[in-house]
């Protein structure tokens, strides 16, 4: 589990953190004070979470137990090699959804699974079990560049606004690496 506490006060993260130890075993733990930059996937290796190359991401309004148990199962299974929870929401669901082209301004937790290449049919199968549970994605986080992805990142009418700026400003789609989003027009 990696923890991060936004702030410098030292006491105040030992007491926000310190309920976490009483989880379960502890067989390691250490704590740092580190800039943002030492925490975050350095520029460059976008895609391949904590150096996995093969990463699911979604979006969650709750962690159900029906959630909770086939996260588990990814967890126990062996093939998936990192399992994160993150909270979203707070002040970004505070942003209408169509003032930027992030549109999920409901959803409570970003998941993320990820694993390496020989196992990624596993993690494939895994992540079909809880896809009906999600409610979104978050593109840095995936990295599976199916075109369904995009309609996931970016449900209508926000898909429909950024593929109109796309033709406008890059209608011949010289941009067209990672997540391609298509010229309105295009041919789909």
């Known amino acids: 589990m990696t923890l991060v506490y936004a702030g410098d006060d030292v006491e ?5 953190l310190s309920p976490f130890l009483e989880i379960g ?19 460059g290796n976008q895609h391949r979470g904590q150096g ?28 998936v090699m990192i399992m994160q929870v993150r909270s979203v929401g707070g002040a970004v669901n505070d942003v209408a959804r169509d003032t930027t082209a992030y549109p ?22 895994l992540w079909a079990e809880l896809y009906p549970h999600l409610d ?5 986080f995936e990295s599976d560049t199916d075109p369904a992805r995009l309609v996931d990142a970016w449900p209508e009418p926000t898909l429909g606004r950024l593929r109109a700026i796309k033709a406008s400003y890059d209608p011949d789609n010289v941009f067209n690496r990672n997540f391609p989003i298509p010229p309105a027009g295009a041919v789909d």
């Open 12 to 16: 105040a993260a030992q007491s926000a």
């Open 25 to 43: 075993p502890i067989l390691d733990q250490q704590a740092q004070l580190v800039p943002y930059p030492a925490i975050v996937v350095p520029p």
């Open 52 to 79: 996995l190359e093969d990463t699911r991401s979604g979006l969650l309004h709750h962690v159900t137990p029906q959630v909770a148990d086939l996260m588990d199962n990814m967890i126990h299974s062996g093939d």
């Open 104 to 125: 999920h301004r409901q959803q409570n937790f970003s998941v993320l699974a990820a694993t390496v290449p020989e196992r990624r049919p596993q993690l494939d199968k």
């Open 136 to 140: 979104g994605l978050y593109l840095s």
